[in-house]
């Protein structure tokens, strides 16, 4: 790689975040180009017809509030490009066996009547972050640095240290409330008693208020095709199935950055790496993977409580109590009976999703860290224990398990969804204190394994260009 100068980069990998990269480098001149493995565009971000002619899927990501909250997407064209937000009436819905189901709604006043006597601390512990979202999160999904809105950010850190359950009991007297605030926390992938694993759960609650939780119309592939339509009037280049093996195919580059895991960035760079980072990298710890299914449906799931069909995301788990149990057993190696699930229903608000009259649904739980276990049935009876008669409308159903969800996407290690897991160690040194710079000049990582993590939402590779740019150019 060339020195001081930044005219020519390439991308690997086609994720949100290797696309987002991507614009930001061909906004400022730079001639770049993404190189992706598969024959699809998007990583993460994509759907393909999985299961029956005319039903559409969901791959892997499918609800989209950190996407419609960030800020490095809010500053680009996308709706010029295709990209259509669809929001269900409520955010999230949370079935309990008993009583009514808990909902996240687009309203914080709306949430706060609904929890009752929990409503006015939940109000007061979220109000700030909800109404400035869009001054809290260029501060929130960054590295760590000093903030501009420091008395933001110190009140998610206050309320976001707790481990999700201690927090649950202290900010909710209600089992619903304590469900509700479980099923948020839960999408850290985190044992609910760790500490910092309700830092997710605030923000997702915040970003729900802020944006919602919405959908795009015709899927999750509409985010990324309408990041490279962008790229591509910006001069930017993408080719498909071209997998790098090795860095020293893309010589001729100024910058290379990395939209891969630790793990692959080892194979890729190979001894260009210092062994000191090399040994961090080969600290690096995935977390559990996820076991997922799609189906094809006659009709809507026929939810127990009509409350549910409100919502694009439904999240089945039970209790706080029940939830803890089962988001503990994937990381000590076991598959709980009752898994928590989490399942989307987007052809209720998109109709794009499937023929007239017919639905589909995608749900996936935690499992075991490249578990070969089948969770079909576990999966399933929990969404018959609360909408009886579901069984019985599956037309056709697609699963994936850890092993599966990597070979269509190396970034999957182990069915890993977070590029490694989210502990409190690793959010502050993800994955080194390097962030997405490398000991290497001009390589960078700009993957979920950078800050802030997980999610659709492109800032990792946001923060890794403009690394580059400052590096290379002087920005
Ligand atoms: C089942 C599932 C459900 C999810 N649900 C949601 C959700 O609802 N909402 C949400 O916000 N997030 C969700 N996520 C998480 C989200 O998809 C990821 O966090 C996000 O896609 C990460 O983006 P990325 O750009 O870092 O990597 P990825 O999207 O994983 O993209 C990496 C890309 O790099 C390519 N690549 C890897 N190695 C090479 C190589 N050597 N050469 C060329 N190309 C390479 C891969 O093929 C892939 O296309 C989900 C993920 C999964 C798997």
């Not at 809290?136 to 110190?154: E, G, K, Q, S, Y």
């Not at 970034?411 to 290497?440: E, W």
């Amino acid at each position: 790689m060339r020195a001081m100068s930044l005219r020519k980069a390439y991308v690997i990998g086609s994720g949100p975040n290797g696309l987002t990269a991507a614009i930001v480098l061909a906004r400022e001149g730079v001639d770049v180009t993404v190189l992706e493995a598969q024959a699809t565009l998007g990583g993460g971000s994509s759907s393909a017809a999985l299961t029956l002619p005319g039903f559409l899927h969901d791959v892997c990501s499918a609800v989209h509030p950190m996407a419609a909250g960030s800020p490095a997407l809010a500053t680009f064209p996308l709706e010029r490009h295709g990209l259509r937000w669809l929001h269900s009436p409520a955010a999230a819905a949370h079935p309990l066996d008993d009583g009514p189901a808990a909902t996240l709604e687009r309203s914080l006043e709306e949430t706060a009547a609904r929890l009752g006597d929990d409503g006015r601390l939940y109000r007061l512990a979220l109000a700030p972050l909800a109404r400035h979202w869009w001054k809290a999160a260029p501060d929130i999904l960054a590295p760590p640095h000093v903030p501009r809105h420091p008395l933001l950010v110190a009140r998610l850190g206050l309320l976001g240290g707790w481990p999700a359950a201690a927090a649950a009991r202290f900010f909710f007297n209600s089992e619903r409330g304590r469900a509700l605030f479980a099923g948020l926390a839960g999408h850290s992938v985190l044992p609910l008693d760790a500490l910092g694993s309700s830092a997710i759960g605030w923000v997702l609650a915040a970003a729900g208020h802020a944006v919602g939780w919405p959908i795009p119309e015709g899927g999750s592939r509409r985010i990324s095709e309408a990041l490279a339509a962008y790229l591509k009037t910006l001069g930017g280049q993408l080719e498909l199935g071209r997998e790098v093996r090795e860095l020293g195919e893309l010589d001729g580059a100024d910058a290379i950055l990395c939209d891969v895991t630790p793990a692959q960035l080892l194979r890729l760079a190979g001894p260009r790496l210092p062994e000191s980072f090399a040994a961090r990298l080969r600290a690096w710890r995935y977390g559990p993977g996820v076991f997922k299914l799609d189906w094809a449906l006659d009709g809507p799931i026929p939810w127990k409580d009509a409350e549910c069909a409100r919502a694009a995301t439904v999240h089945l788990g039970g209790s706080l109590d029940e939830m803890t149990a089962s988001e503990r057993a994937p990381w000590e190696g076991r598959a709980s009976e009752r898994p928590f699930v989490l399942l989307a229903q987007p052809s209720l608000f998109d109709p794009t999703r499937a023929p007239a009259g017919k639905h589909t649904a995608w749900a996936y739980c935690h499992v075991p860290h490249g578990s070969s276990l089948d969770r079909t049935g576990a999966i399933e009876a929990q969404v018959e224990r609360f909408a009886p008669g579901f069984r019985g409308r599956i037309l056709a159903r697609h699963a994936m398990g850890p092993s599966t969800l990597q070979r269509r996407n190396a970034n999957l290690v182990g069915g890993d969804i977070t590029g490694g897991a989210m502990t409190v160690g690793q959010i502050l040194r993800r994955p080194s204190f390097l962030y997405h710079r490398t000991p290497v000049r001009g390589l960078y990582l700009c993957s979920a394994s950078t800050p802030p993590g997980g999610g659709v939402h492109g800032m990792c590779g946001w923060h890794a260009a403009r690394a580059a740019l400052a590096d290379l150019r002087g920005n």
